[in-house]
């Protein structure tokens, strides 16, 4: 297939967390080899509401951005029941997300709290300390596919507790793809659409810790993260290094130079065989092949 080409790329580290919150780095790099750089936010921190602002006045300029976003596009997609364990009128990735959103219309800040809690959804999640008997953990494709590639475990989109849970940053970040790609008619959102302008994908940070640094362990310190950066054909930072970095932000800028470094592999446009299963519910972008172990496997 043809190479798309970017004139920027961004990678953007999320949060699903409530009211105020620290979780959000962003940061972006040109073509070539030069570093990347953190994107500061117009007020103290990010918010997912000023996310979604900047995304539209970014994609406004015209400019080809390939941006990252490290959450879940999609939930599982189940062959005997489809969506969410049989959702009604919900055939394809873009009606789940009006879904999403419709349920959670009334959550500030692209919050999700009324879609896990509404009736027809809440059973489906892990939402309190004890394991609840019925729960299952449904998981996709390209989770399991990237666990087997990195050594590492992507939990379930449906587990709601434990510092691991990923559900909220997922259903967050879907309402906020939703709005973008509502206000930019020439945006895809990859693997669901083709591309040939800007570009959404989702990343997995430790996917390219692991390229860069053989390990899956955080970068918490600038020397480390320059070091990572070479494996990904980078320049080391420019930056005032007087204070000792967030490993939300060494995710964000290791994963801006992942972005340009993979984009140049035709491979990594192609998600696998399973065509049909990664255009239902996403693929992660950098992860190359196909698991071997079942689907919903409760390891």
Same mark, same amino acid.
């Given at each position: 297939?043809?190479?798309?080409?970017?004139?920027?790329?961004?990678?953007?580290?999320?949060?699903?967390?409530?009211?105020?919150?620290?979780?959000?780095?962003?940061?972006?790099?040109?073509?070539?080899?030069?570093?990347?750089?953190?994107?500061?936010?117009?007020?103290?921190?990010?918010?997912?509401?000023?996310?979604?602002?900047?995304?539209?006045?970014?994609?406004?300029?015209?400019?080809?951005?390939?941006?990252?976003?490290?959450?879940?596009?999609?939930?599982?997609?189940?062959?005997?029941?489809?969506?969410?364990?049989?959702?009604?009128?919900?055939?394809?990735?873009?009606?789940?997300?009006?879904?999403?959103?419709?349920?959670?219309?009334?959550?500030?800040?692209?919050?999700? *709290?009324?879609? !896990?809690?509404?009736?027809?959804?809440?059973?489906?999640?892990?939402?309190?300390? /004890? +394991?609840?008997?019925? %729960? =299952?953990?449904?998981?996709?494709?390209?989770?399991?596919?990237?666990?087997?590639?990195?050594?590492?475990?992507?939990?379930?989109?449906?587990?709601?507790?434990?510092?691991?849970?990923?559900?909220?940053?997922?259903?967050?970040?879907?309402?906020?793809?939703?709005?973008?790609?509502?206000?930019?008619?020439?945006?895809?959102?990859?693997?669901?659409?083709?591309?040939?302008?800007?570009?959404?994908?989702?990343?997995?940070?430790?996917?390219?810790?692991?390229?860069?640094?053989?390990?899956?362990?955080?970068?918490?310190?600038?020397?480390?993260?320059?070091?990572?950066?070479?494996?990904?054909?980078?320049?080391?930072?420019?930056?005032?290094?007087?204070?000792?970095?967030?490993?939300?932000?060494?995710?964000?800028?290791?994963?801006?130079?992942?972005?340009? *470094?993979?984009? !140049?592999?035709?491979?990594?446009?192609?998600?696998?065989?399973?065509?049909?299963? /990664? +255009?239902?519910?996403? %693929? =992660?972008?950098?992860?190359?092949?196909?698991?071997?172990?079942?689907?919903?496997?409760?390891?």
């Amino acid at each position: 297939m043809k190479i798309p080409h970017f004139d920027e790329f961004i990678a953007i580290d999320w949060s699903g967390a409530t009211g105020v919150y620290n979780g959000i780095a962003v940061a972006s790099c040109r073509p070539g080899d030069s570093p990347p750089v953190l994107v500061k936010p117009r007020h103290n921190r990010w918010t997912r509401s000023d996310i979604a602002v900047w995304l539209n006045q970014k994609l406004a300029t015209g400019k080809r951005c390939l941006c990252g976003l490290d959450f879940a596009f999609s939930f599982p997609f189940e062959e005997h029941c489809g969506y969410l364990g049989g959702a009604a009128g919900v055939d394809d990735i873009f009606s789940f997300w009006a879904l999403v959103d419709g349920k959670c219309a009334q959550d500030a800040d692209f919050g999700c *709290a009324s879609f !896990v809690h509404h009736p027809d959804h809440a059973h489906l999640f892990w939402l309190r300390s /004890a +394991h609840p008997l019925a %729960w =299952i953990r449904r998981k996709r494709l390209t989770e399991d596919a990237c666990g087997e590639m990195t050594g590492t475990y992507p939990e379930s989109v449906y587990k709601m507790i434990g510092p691991k849970q990923v559900g909220k940053a997922s259903l967050t970040g879907i309402r906020v793809l939703h709005h973008v790609r509502s206000q930019n008619k020439s945006l895809a959102i990859w693997p669901f659409e083709p591309v040939s302008n800007s570009a959404f994908v989702e990343i997995y940070p430790t996917l390219f810790r692991v390229h860069a640094t053989k390990r899956v362990e955080k970068i918490r310190r600038w020397s480390e993260l320059d070091t990572a950066l070479q494996h990904l054909q980078s320049k080391p930072l420019k930056l005032l290094k007087g204070r000792a970095p967030t490993d939300h932000e060494t995710d964000a800028l290791l994963s801006a130079a992942g972005l340009r *470094a993979f984009s !140049v592999d035709p491979d990594f446009w192609s998600p696998p065989t399973l065509i049909s299963q /990664a +255009h239902r519910e996403g %693929w =992660i972008f950098g992860v190359r092949h196909e698991p071997t172990i079942g689907r919903h496997d409760a390891r």
